[in-house]
């Protein structure tokens, strides 16, 4: 399958959302470099694809559905970007996106909400 990269790093957040939304784990996945880390509000972290798919499957199992976000601006500087947005529940995620060699953005680092410590 065929799926829209993210061009530029703000389409990162709009591609995920839809993603977990439609149930597609996978397509979650490839957002995130294969070495990619990410921690969870709770604290816990995954790295690479095989653990960030384990708790992406937990996600998506858990029947969430998210609404529109407030993206902020992507903060770019070369081949590195740091993107965010404030979630309706109050959550702050906050990533580093890294531009591919193709040109498209993904995700390497991933904090799924700054304000949680």
Request: overall charge negative; cysteine-free; charged content about 30%.
């Amino acid at each position: 399958m065929s799926r829209e990269v993210a061009k530029e790093p703000g389409d990162l957040s709009r591609l995920f959302f839809e993603r977990v939304n439609a149930g597609d784990v996978d397509g979650v996945v490839e957002l995130f470099e294969p070495d990619a880390v990410s921690r969870f509000p709770d604290g816990t972290l995954a790295a690479g694809h095989d653990q960030l798919r384990a708790a992406f499957e937990e996600l998506v199992a858990s029947g969430v559905e998210f609404s529109a976000v407030d993206d902020r601006p992507s903060l770019v500087n070369g081949d590195l970007a740091m993107t965010s947005r404030h979630l309706p529940i109050g959550d702050v995620p906050v990533e580093v996106a890294r531009r591919q060699d193709d040109g498209s953005w993904r995700w390497v680092l991933d904090w799924a909400n700054v304000l949680s410590g």
